[in-house]
């Protein structure tokens, strides 16, 4: 099975650019998160999708948004970049059925914002 | 809101026993996880306790303390390629996506 993939792996955007990540989650699983990793803030949730629906956000600018389609895969939207952005973005998936909630990551995107 | 307190820092020899502590205040609070990341890497699950006790996988364990709000990830026979960051984690749920990630603590495994 494959695991989880995010693409594209590095990225380099100036201030004020918009970016787009995208995340396809392992088949059949339903729920997608997305975190993002700083050294100073350690992994901080954004939002996470379930049937293409937006269930959890967590405490970030409206300039971070997201979708996700019908075949679960999801994308995340960063408008008006900061340089405070500049993290590694992190997207999980979960089949959240069952007794355990266990998210598996992607390699992750690495944002450089200039 | 939810908050999770564990060590930033651990060092020990191959071979050790190395003990990583989480102690958490969360409402609703359903499981504990346990996760590893190496440098550059993706956070890859380790273990996960709902109930209280112990649970063990291979060389590693990892303990939960509903009343006391406290766990632990027990690391043995340490090995070089054990040196990551591991990071606890609470879920409100488990049909809930979301996890609550302590912020880490890197362990440094020495010869």
């Known amino acids: 099975k494959a695991g989880v993939t995010q693409t594209p792996r590095y990225l380099i955007k100036t201030r004020g650019q918009q970016v787009t990540l995208s995340c396809s989650p392992i088949?059949?699983?339903?729920?997608v998160s997305w975190y993002q990793q700083t050294p100073g803030q350690g992994l901080q949730f954004l939002f996470e999708?379930?049937?293409?629906?937006?269930?959890n956000k967590g405490n970030f600018p409206g300039r971070f948004s997201g979708r996700q389609f019908s075949n679960s895969r999801s994308e995340m939207n960063v408008s008006t970049l900061e340089l405070g952005d500049s993290a590694l973005y992190l997207c999980?998936?979960?089949?959240?059925?069952?007794?355990?909630?266990?998210?598996?990551f992607g390699a992750g995107t690495r944002l450089s914002v200039l | 809101g939810q908050s999770l307190e564990q060590p930033s820092e651990v060092t020990a020899v191959e071979g050790a026993i190395v003990q990583i502590n989480c102690t958490y205040q969360?409402?609703?609070?359903?499981?504990l996880s346990w996760y590893q990341q190496h440098d550059g890497g993706a956070p890859t699950f380790l273990s996960y306790?709902?109930?209280?006790g112990l649970e063990e996988t291979g060389r590693f364990s990892s303990f939960l303390s509903r009343s006391d709000s406290y766990g632990y990830l027990l690391l043995q026979e340490l090995q070089m390629k054990d040196s990551a960051s591991y990071f606890c984690?609470?879920?409100?749920?488990?049909?809930?996506?979301?996890?609550?990630f302590g912020r880490g603590t890197q362990l440094t495994v020495w010869p």
């Open positions: 306790n709902a109930l209280d």
């Open positions: 969360t409402s609703g609070f359903y499981g």
């Open positions: 088949s059949g699983h339903r729920s």
């Open positions: 984690a609470v879920s409100r749920g488990s049909t809930l996506g979301r996890l609550y």
């Open positions: 999980a998936s979960s089949s959240v059925a069952g007794d355990e909630n266990i998210q598996y």
């Open positions: 999708y379930f049937s293409e629906t937006q269930r």
